[in-house]
């Protein structure tokens, strides 16, 4: 089973700062995507940005790159240039590679608060 | 092309009482995927359905729950005889094939309250 751990419960950043939120998994799959997910208070879902563990290079999205390091199963989210819209919770989540369907597993949450 | 929609947005039951939770995927979408959120916490995965097949039910309570995604309408998630550590947020998502390198898009919830 694989399991997804998100150690900051909640972070704070000034706006127009740079944030790094941390994430690390365990699994013994080879291939497999992560993803990041922004839940505002409006309690939706979005797709922040998601990686193929068969990529080297990092993936990007505007404002929001991630360090995605394979071997130290870790998966981290940086957002530059912090809005106040970027007030929510952040999950990471881990998806097999696989035929069988796109199940997520979802780490704890942090929540980050950008102050202006 | 409407999002996965999520109806109730807010249900509060007392307990002992039935919860029905609907959601209607994204036109096209045939693969559907039910979460639990409980406060402060991730989204936990209860169940994978395709038209008319469950296809991995791993994350659902032995008792009480049941889902179904038939031919015509929406996926419901049934909970019989609510009890208070049901309370919880209920996520649906949809996708449009099984495979890893699509997109599953998610509904607003579904805010179950037991009193």
């Known amino acids: 089973a694989q399991t997804v751990t998100q150690s900051q419960p909640e972070m704070s950043v000034q706006e127009a700062e740079t944030v790094t939120l941390s994430c690390t998994y365990d699994?013994?799959?080879?291939?497999?995507?992560l993803f990041w997910y922004k839940q505002p208070p409006s309690r939706q879902m979005i797709l922040v940005i998601r990686?193929?563990?068969?990529?080297?290079q990092n993936a990007t999205e505007n404002r929001f790159s991630v360090n995605f390091q394979k071997a130290a199963k870790s998966f981290s989210l940086k957002i530059s240039d912090s809005q106040l819209g970027d007030t929510a919770m952040y999950f990471c989540a881990f998806m097999k590679q696989h035929n069988a369907g796109n199940m997520l597993t979802f780490g704890g949450g942090t929540r980050l608060m950008v102050k202006p | 092309n409407a999002g996965v929609m999520q109806n109730p947005r807010h249900l509060v039951r007392r307990r002992g009482q039935e919860a029905r939770l609907r959601c209607s995927p994204m036109?096209?979408?045939?693969?559907v995927y039910w979460y639990r959120q409980l406060p402060e916490e991730g989204l936990k995965f209860m169940v994978y359905l395709q038209k008319e097949n469950i296809i991995d039910e791993s994350g659902m309570p032995k008792e009480r729950f049941s889902a179904e995604f038939p031919k015509e309408g929406p996926s419901i998630l049934r909970i019989q005889q609510v009890v208070r550590g049901d309370s919880a947020a209920y996520f649906c998502?949809?996708?449009?094939?099984?495979?890893?390198?699509?997109?599953?898009?998610f509904g607003q919830g579904t805010r179950l309250t037991v009193v």
């Open positions: 998502a949809s996708s449009q094939t099984q495979r890893g390198n699509t997109e599953a898009f």
């Open positions: 036109k096209g979408h045939s693969h």
């Open positions: 699994t013994s799959e080879n291939n497999y995507y």
């Open positions: 990686q193929e563990a068969y990529k080297q």
